[in-house]
């Protein structure tokens, strides 16, 4: 029983599950002949021997698993006038690959092709370039049409139709080049299924209202990639996030808490510093305070206007949907990833006022917000944030630091320090005390 523990714990039963779907996709790239980098979009594997890989996670997870490696992979950028001011993601995925190895020795699974995602973080379309610039591999791009304002149906509509003809194009290229044909059948199936997982995603992220939390933010971020950035079978997806999911909904049926003696709860709102991830179980022993997450993980909530919490919003995949041709599989998805103002909420990252609703919505106590000095897109706005929920009566915390996926610039013992001076400030001992 630890000091002050008030609720009953449990390890969560899915986690053998979700270590084994994980290790069989890693698996699957060294199988396969036929590697995408950056294109994390489910449409390509309705190609035969396709795997994609993309630098968030697989950077995210080199921080985490092997400092020695990341660092070597890191000074291999820098070597090649990559610097500092470059994304912490893009460094370690690029030094392995020009090391020519990965953290545990094996060859680095070089990029038959490179597919790159624009993003909030401009670095993301960087990262194709480079790859194209090591070996002389095909380029393409995604194109995510968006913009601000109110709605405008037929600029929507111009949207559309160039985001389907830049994806046929793509499509058909790649059939020419590579010899593979694409699968239409297999997209649709997984259409259906992204739809689904969806839902449940939604579903645990509402439970993450309940007190105690039955997860942490760690958990969150162990399980969020499965079948999205971490590519895995479709029907596999949906039963591991059914399961998930329910797991998840008993235990807050029965009050099992991720931190047993839960007394403050807290929240982010972009990645944590993967090297450092022994400050969550840091504020958990010492101080009972618990992350409840952040929008890079849980998205920011949807409310109605009577003020109810409704779930982060999925596209939905209605099943009596006509998809006859290929062409009205691409238009049907490109109106979900046609990024104007109705289909993604471009403003949950830039409005001042998107971590008010989230602090609101999981009944946080405070807020613990990273000014990284590189990856422009974790920044945006995010010192207005912290003010406007200062305003509101949230305590607010900033640290800096290199990036999520860069250690070089992170004073480690200085932010437990500065973690401890704002329990206190907040009238919290600690447990050890």
């Avoid at 993450?208 to 596999?236: C, N, Q, V, W």
């Avoid at 989230?358 to 613990?368: I, K, M, N, V």
Wanted: hydrophobic share 35%; charged share 30%; glycine share 8%.
């Amino acid at each position: 029983m630890a000091k002050g523990q008030k609720w009953e714990t449990k390890p969560l039963d899915s986690w053998n599950r979700a270590k084994e779907l994980r290790a069989g996709w890693q698996k699957s790239i060294e199988r396969t002949d036929k590697v995408v980098g950056q294109g994390n979009n489910t449409w390509f594997l309705a190609f035969p021997a396709v795997q994609v890989i993309e630098d968030n996670p697989a950077g995210s997870m080199i921080a985490a698993k092997s400092d020695s490696f990341a660092r070597k992979s890191r000074l291999a950028c820098e070597v090649r006038g990559w610097g500092r001011e470059i994304c912490g993601y893009n460094n370690t995925c690029w030094g392995g690959q020009f090391l020519g190895y990965q953290d545990d020795g094996s060859k680095f699974p070089y990029r038959q092709f490179v597919v790159p995602i624009p993003c909030v973080c401009d670095s993301h379309t960087k990262r194709g370039e480079q790859v194209k610039d090591f070996s002389p591999v095909p380029r393409w791009q995604l194109d995510f049409s968006m913009y601000l304002g109110e709605r405008d149906p037929d600029r929507e509509l111009a949207m559309y139709d160039h985001k389907t003809y830049c994806t046929i194009k793509q499509v058909n290229d790649m059939e020419r080049i590579f010899n593979q044909e694409f699968d239409d059948e297999k997209l649709i199936k997984m259409m259906r299924s992204s739809s689904e997982v969806g839902k449940y995603r939604s579903d645990v992220s509402a439970f993450m209202r309940h007190i105690p939390a039955p997860l942490t933010a760690k958990d969150l971020y162990s399980f969020f990639t499965m079948g999205m950035l971490t590519k895995i079978d479709p029907d596999e997806t949906v039963r591991f996030w059914k399961m998930f999911r329910d797991e998840v909904e008993w235990r807050v049926q029965n009050n099992i808490a991720a931190v047993g003696n839960e007394q403050f709860r807290w929240m982010e709102a972009h990645p944590p510093p993967w090297h450092y991830l022994k400050y969550y179980r840091y504020m958990e022993q010492k101080y009972g305070a618990v992350c409840i997450g952040s929008q890079y993980v849980s998205g920011s909530p949807m409310m109605d206007l009577d003020g109810s919490f409704t779930g982060r919003a999925y596209p939905s995949y209605p099943s009596d949907t006509k998809l006859e041709t290929r062409e009205d599989i691409f238009r049907y998805w490109a109106g979900i990833e046609a990024r104007g103002p109705h289909t993604w909420k471009m403003d949950e990252y830039l409005r001042p006022y998107a971590l008010n609703e989230f602090a609101q919505t999981y009944q946080a106590d405070g807020a613990l917000l990273g000014l990284w000095r590189s990856g422009v897109g974790c920044n945006l706005t995010r010192k207005e944030q912290a003010k406007k929920l200062r305003e509101a009566g949230y305590s607010v915390m900033l640290y800096e630091g290199s990036q999520p996926g860069d250690r070089n610039d992170m004073d480690e013992m200085r932010f437990l320090d500065q973690l401890d001076d704002w329990m206190e400030s907040q009238g919290f001992r600690p447990f050890t005390d």
